[in-house]
């Protein structure tokens, strides 16, 4: 088990690599230069020259890319001008704040989705099957950002259960249980799509399995049926559904942009908005760069999971 | 074509998708022509007047403008790009996946690894650092959403451009000297356009959103220009004191995409032949059961094991598939009966309709009993019959890499056969899965209980599905056809440990088989089956030396034996009747040599002399004259 995870990682490398390529020659795509971005219109030509210097632009394309890499390895993201203060800083600062949503809302949406799946294909064509089905379709088809406005409006303005945006009280919050006040709607928004995404999969990969013989086997043992659906059927299942949670994960994560907008959460989808309505380049790079390889290992915990779960994976 | 269409039709949701969407794109075209005030036209004293108001249909917002004519000139923007979204995707992505698939090698490599790299990214990241690059904007949000868009397509359709590319209309193009330009448009293209269309309308809607949330971020459409998104987007300000004007464009972009996606499901089922089959429907924990008359809940039997007029019917739309029609067997304890006949001839459904096993849907149990020491097992309340499942009637099954969780270890596996009826310890529950691989001859069952069924052998994995039936001592022990899928060694072996375990410890055995050679090992007692009845039923021997029925007799002919010398093995031909449609009297008489013309008037009884009985007006032997 540890020499695959040690062969995965090693194979994430170039993957990460390759992020950083595709990021660096998107942003390098951008017409003008940065230092004028930077400095504004009324820069003088001199002043370009020397930030240009500075930031190393007027180094050829490859260079440029290789010190840019070579200063990422060490932790040096560059500054945010709009920002002025460390890239590296900023993001992971911002990213935590996105970790608390995102992870929170795809716990829920795991969760609730596999528990509606299974509910649905264990009463396949009876009234909670039917329930949860419309449920599913109506989740997977309102847009996140939508749905956050209107649950602003229910739960907030009408019922004011819930606080209508932010992470934190302005005054005297700051503890846990003012942030769970706070996550709840964001969290629960953010969830709907995904929820339904997994209990829609989750279905028919239990119906999937409960046709297949070894579910007999378990019936004609004399196995309890809730064991045999909770049990026998949903380890099975679990096989097709841990990597669709894995894609899940990924557009809980780009998800959570239009949330933190709506709900005014500080977190890194809000950041890159607000940085690239700045210009401010250097902070929208290193924000991608960080998610995006942050993706790549989650994405190899979840196909460790998988091979946990499954033996019949080669490890 | 026209049959996808009628299945299409016949789903009553997507049809309604159907509609809707039909509506929306009707009202987004013929927009330019309604008569509807300038969307852009800003009146600061008519702000936010609300809906219903004096001509503002749906009011106005917050610089006074028509909301109806900004909706529906938003609807026609948010459409118009997001299908110019679908195309460029699918077109770039094409464009790709054909070159990768046609190519080959090291194009490929390189151009898939490319798209695994996008594909590494959440894919609003991508989207933003795109639009970052080329700053906010409608076209480059579009142009942004169609990038992230390219690996879907450049995969899928890569998938079905290598298994063109191997075609030999493909080789004969290249022989011809086409160039390899006109090889991929006037070969590979057409093959691959109808694909491209379907994942087309399967991502549009998806692009709307997306083209939409980009705008909502105020990344997309610019001011005054307002698609869906930016609408919503700009009202957001004004949510909570003027919440229509954010309800109103949200509302429309929830019809569009709901529409849409009712529209792909239906699509998708309609071209799922599983669905059309009704195989993704799941069995139920017991067989469903709708007898006409209620037997005796208990009755006084002579066997162990009693069915009496069993009747199990498939119901799969409106056919009605007569599996087992009027089947009735016993078995006394330490007796192994033998039930065979040809693949559908109700055998395994008898079997697994003993104990309610039989999938349903679509499987009924129609009528008759299955008794176990005279109580009827088929009307029992799932608890009573869960706890006889395994208990006092347990299963062997043929397959048993497919019968075998494959998840579970065989140890917990066999462990659980026994907690399921009574509370074990961890300790004692592994000593007794030992013991129980023992007995049935594994080696190293110590070290045996920890594998998986696939690390084991198919002799092995019977084994354990023998040791698993053992695990509670049960009376009965239905085996359905277990050594089918084994070489004849092990069949052998196995053969013989079913026999020894039976007089070792009194278990009555029904073997279901369709190899009389196998019966002749193991059997004392024998029934044929044809066509969900019993055409004849005796004790083995005699039965094996004068088989009555014509059936049988062709039956025992098609086992070749050894040293027989060269005795020309007789195939029955034909094929057995469909159990839907069965012909009038004796359902094998248009295969059988012996045929007259009153073997296809009526039904045809179970004749009953002494041990044996025949369902034949003229069979081989009269079975009268023995005496059993």
New interface residues.
């Given amino acids: 088990m540890g020499g695959y995870i040690l062969k995965r990682l090693a194979l994430a490398v170039p993957v990460i690599l390759g992020i950083t390529v595709i990021v660096f020659l998107i942003m390098a795509m951008i017409p003008g230069d940065p230092a004028t971005a930077i400095l504004g219109s009324y820069a003088t030509p001199e002043n370009v020259a020397k930030l240009n210097r500075d930031l190393g632009l007027d180094q050829p394309l490859v260079a440029r890319y290789f010190i840019w890499l070579w200063n990422m390895l060490h932790g040096d993201f560059g500054q945010s001008f709009s920002l002025n203060r460390p890239v590296i800083d900023e993001v992971l600062e911002r990213f935590n704040n996105t970790l608390i949503l995102a992870g929170s809302s795809f716990v829920l949406c795991s969760v609730l989705g596999i528990l509606a799946g299974v509910v649905s294909a264990a009463r396949q064509y009876g009234f909670a099957d039917k329930a949860i089905t419309f449920a599913v379709l109506l989740g997977i088809s309102i847009p996140s950002f939508f749905l956050g406005m209107m649950m602003i409006l229910i739960f907030a303005v009408d019922l004011q259960w819930l606080p209508v945006s932010g992470m934190y009280a302005i005054y005297g919050g700051g503890d846990l249980p003012d942030l769970i006040h706070h996550l709840t709607m964001p969290a629960l928004a953010l969830a709907v799509v995904a929820t339904g995404v997994i209990a829609r999969l989750s279905r028919s990969a239990m119906l999937e399995v409960l046709r297949q013989d070894f579910i007999r086997t378990a019936r004609a043992k004399g196995v309890h049926e809730r064991r045999v659906i909770c049990g026998h059927a949903l380890r099975a299942a679990m096989v097709s559904i841990i990597p669709v949670l894995g894609i899940q994960a990924g557009f809980v994560l780009s998800g959570a942009v239009y949330i933190e907008i709506v709900f005014q959460w500080p977190g890194i989808g809000r950041m890159l908005v607000d940085a690239i309505l700045q210009r401010d380049i250097l902070l929208v790079q290193g924000g991608v760069v960080f998610v995006a390889a942050c993706y790549v290992i989650f994405n190899i915990i979840v196909d460790v999971a998988q091979s946990l779960l499954d033996p019949r994976i080669k490890t | 074509m026209s049959a996808f269409l009628k299945l299409l039709a016949r789903n009553r949701l997507a049809l309604g998708g159907l509609i809707v969407m039909g509506l929306v794109v009707a009202l987004a075209l013929i927009t330019p022509l309604l008569p509807l005030a300038d969307p852009d036209v800003t009146n600061t004293a008519d702000r936010y007047l609300r809906p219903l108001s004096d001509g503002h249909l749906l009011g106005t917002d917050q610089l006074g403008r028509d909301l109806l004519s900004r909706l529906l000139w938003g609807t026609r923007l948010s459409l118009g790009v997001g299908a110019a979204a679908a195309i460029f995707a699918a077109v770039s992505g094409a464009a790709v996946g054909i070159v990768a698939g046609y190519f080959g090698g090291r194009t490929d490599n390189l151009l898939m ?2 798209v ?3 594909m ?7 989207a ?7 700053g ?1 904007g409608l076209v480059n949000a579009l142009i942004a959403v169609a990038v992230v868009n390219i690996p879907f397509f450049a995969r899928n359709i890569r998938g079905i451009t290598v298994g063109l590319a191997h075609k030999e209309f493909v080789d004969a193009a290249k022989l011809a000297g086409m160039s390899h330009a006109r090889i991929i448009l006037s070969e590979i293209l057409p093959n691959v356009v109808p694909v491209i269309v379907i994942a087309m309308s399967t991502t549009i809607g998806w692009m709307i ?1 997306e083209t ?2 980009l705008s ?4 997309g459409s610019q001011p005054p220009q307002a698609d869906l998104g930016s609408m ?1 987007g700009e009202a ?1 300000s004004a ?2 004191t003027n ?1 229509h004007v ?2 109103i464009p ?2 429309m ?2 019809v569009i ?2 529409s849409i ?2 529209l792909g ?1 239906g699509v998708r089922d309609a071209l799922d032949p599983r669905l059309k089959s009704g ?5 139920m ?2 067989t469903r059961v709708d007898r006409r008359t209620r037997p005796d809940r208990e009755i006084p039997t002579e066997g162990l094991l009693s069915l009496e007029d069993l009747h199990t019917q498939f119901h799969v739309k409106n056919r009605v598939y007569k599996a087992v029609s009027g089947v009735s067997l016993s078995v006394k304890p330490g007796e192994c009966l033998g039930v065979i006949g040809e693949s559908g001839s109700g055998k395994s459904v008898t079997a ?1 309709s003993i ?1 309610g ?1 039989v ?1 349903s849907p679509p499987g009924v149990i129609t009528g008759g009993a299955a008794r176990l020491e005279g109580r009827d097992m088929i009307g029992a309340p ?1 608890p009573e019959l ?6 006092r009637v ?2 062997i ?1 043929q ?1 048993p890499l ?7 270890k065989v140890g917990d596996q066999l462990i ?2 026994i907690s ?2 009574r509370p074990i310890s961890k300790a004692e529950g592994r000593a007794k899965a030992i013991e129980l691989l023992k007995s049935v001859r594994i080696p190293n069952a110590e070290s045996r209980i920890d594998s ?1 069924p ?1 690390e084991m052998s198919g002799g092995m994995r019977q084994r354990v ?1 023998i040791a ?1 039936a053992l ?1 509670n001592d049960p009376d009965v022990i239905i085996a359905d056809e277990p050594t089918t899928a084994l070489d004849v060694t092990v069949q052998a072996q196995i053969l013989s440990l079913l026999d020894d375990l039976r007089r070792e410890r009194g278990l009555a055995i029904v073997f279901i088989t369709h190899d009389f050679g196998v019966v002749g090992q193991l059997c004392d007692r024998v029934a044929v089956m044809y066509a969900g009845r019993i055409v004849e039923q005796g004790p083995t021997r005699p039965v094996l030396d004068a088989p009555a029925h014509p059936y049988t007799a062709r039956l025992i002919a098609c086992v070749p034996e050894l040293g027989e010398g060269k005795r020309k093995l007789e195939a029955i031909p034909g094929l057995p009747p469909s159990v839907d449609d069965l012909p009038k009297g004796c359902a094998f008489a248009d295969r059988c040599v012996k045929v007259q013309a009153g073997c296809m008037v009526n039904d045809i009884p179970l004749e009953r002399a002494g041990a044996r009985a025949v369902r034949c007006l003229h069979p081989e032997t009269e079975i009268a004259e023995e005496t059993a």
């Fill in positions: 690894r490319g695994d790299m996008l590494a990214f959440p894919y609003i990241l991508l933003l650092a795109i639009v970052a690059a080329l906010p959103l939409a949330g909502f971020l105020g990344l919503l957001r949510l909570i919440p954010s309800v949200g509302f972009i929830l995409v709901m996606n009712l499901d195989a993704l429907s799941r069995p924990a017991a697994l104990m096993l999938a799932y869960r706890s006889l499942r395994g208990r347990a299963y099954f397959d497919a019968t075998l969780h494959p998840l579970y659980e056969a399921c009826h998986y696939h599905g698993m695990a």
